[in-house]
């Protein structure tokens, strides 16, 4: 069974400043089976990325996705006070989808 | 443009069954994955299993395997989750999700559904 372990756990962050998001996965993944979500308070997950690194349409281009193998990385190049939220990474295999356990990225 | 909405919450006691549907408008059903994904308070997101409505195959995450029921009416297009033999560990939002038409990941998701469990 693949596990995804995201880090950190909590990202504290200003606005204005850029976050890296790390997914490591336990064995090596297909770039084009990772996707991440960002989940707000209260409210359903959204898709940001698919295939690792494509955004999913109406996504702002300070989202980047990266990686390859067991390690994947998502970038916010200018956090915005929308983007604070849970992200969570996440894994196709197959027939079955894992999530990485999320991180917080909170406004310093 | 599809959307997805979920039937309302629900309170049921330990060893009892839930039902949760998940009614798709707007567009197409019948060849869109929907999985099932929980999400217990204050965690993740927790993959419970998927169907393909066109096939009627259903894939569960082994730890709900015995317990876990996924099906899906196409003419209405409705999907629908039964859980049997709930605990408190249950207690959870449970959010519907289709899969992309050209990618594996999840680009639509309905709005949730909280089941609570408790004697």
């Known amino acids: 069974e693949i596990v995804l372990t995201q880090s950190p756990g909590t990202l504290s962050l200003s606005p204005g400043e850029r976050g890296s998001l790390s997914c490591r996965a336990s064995?090596?993944?297909?770039?084009?089976?990772i996707a991440w979500y960002q989940q707000k308070p209260g409210q359903a997950p959204t898709l940001l990325l698919f295939g690792a690194s494509n955004r999913a349409t109406g996504v702002p281009d300070r989202f980047s996705g990266s990686g390859s193998g067991t390690d994947f990385t998502l970038t916010i190049s200018r956090l915005e006070p929308e983007d604070f939220a849970v992200y969570y990474c996440q894994h196709y295999g197959g027939s079955t989808w894992t999530f990485g356990q999320g991180t917080k990225v909170e406004i310093k | 443009q599809v959307q997805l909405v979920q039937s309302g919450a629900e309170v049921r006691k330990p060893g009892s069954s839930v039902n949760i549907s998940c009614k798709a408008s707007g567009g197409p059903f019948s060849r869109h994955s929907i999985s099932w994904v929980r999400q217990a308070p204050g965690q993740g997101l927790d993959w419970m299993g998927g169907i393909i409505p066109i096939f009627g195959t259903q894939h569960h995450a082994q730890k709900f395997q015995g317990r876990l029921t996924i099906i899906t009416d196409e003419s209405t297009k409705t999907g629908y989750m039964e859980l049997r033999g709930l605990t408190s560990e249950d207690t959870a939002i449970y959010y519907c999700?289709?899969?992309?038409?050209?990618?594996?990941?999840?680009?639509?998701w309905g709005q949730g559904t909280m089941v609570t469990v408790t004697s």
């Open positions: 064995e090596s993944l297909r770039s084009t089976h």
């Open positions: 999700a289709k899969r992309g038409t050209y990618n594996d990941a999840f680009d639509l």
